[in-house]
């Protein structure tokens, strides 16, 4: 059974930054490609940034590249997602998810991870 906290969201000011974290229980977290998504009111879920297990490839939505840096610590099967130069349209509700088989093509959608954790909320004020 593999299970995902995120911490680390919280209230910032336009400009600032904040670092989330995502802890993974279970073996073989190497193995999975961990994603960020993110879902404001009204909205879809959408894509933020992934990382593929073995080899770290990583992927970023346009709206964040350049901001958005995402890495992992397989040692501490844990991933995170460092944000810099917030925008107030970056609030929302932030989920990281895990999936041990996604296809490079695929590993924008978010119907391609089984595992989800219960979402940080991230406020952006302006």
């Known amino acids: 059974q593999v299970q995902l906290v995120e911490s680390g969201g919280g209230l910032v000011q336009a400009g600032g930054s904040l670092r989330l974290s995502c802890a993974v229980s279970?073996?073989?977290?190497?193995?999975?490609?961990m994603g960020w998504f993110r879902q404001a009111p009204g909205k879809e879920r959408e894509f933020v940034a992934a990382i593929r297990g073995y080899g770290g490839s990583t992927y970023y939505a346009d709206s964040v590249k350049g901001r958005f840096t995402i890495s992992r610590d397989n040692a501490k099967n844990t991933v995170y997602l460092q944000m810099n130069s917030l925008k107030p349209e970056d609030t929302a509700v932030f989920f990281c998810?895990?999936?041990?088989?996604?296809?490079?093509?695929?590993?924008?959608?978010?119907?391609?991870?089984?595992?989800w954790g219960q979402g940080t909320q991230v406020t952006v004020s302006s």
């Open positions: 279970g073996r073989s977290f190497s193995n999975y490609a």
């Open positions: 998810a895990a999936e041990a088989f996604v296809r490079s093509s695929q590993i924008r959608n978010p119907h391609e991870y089984d595992h």
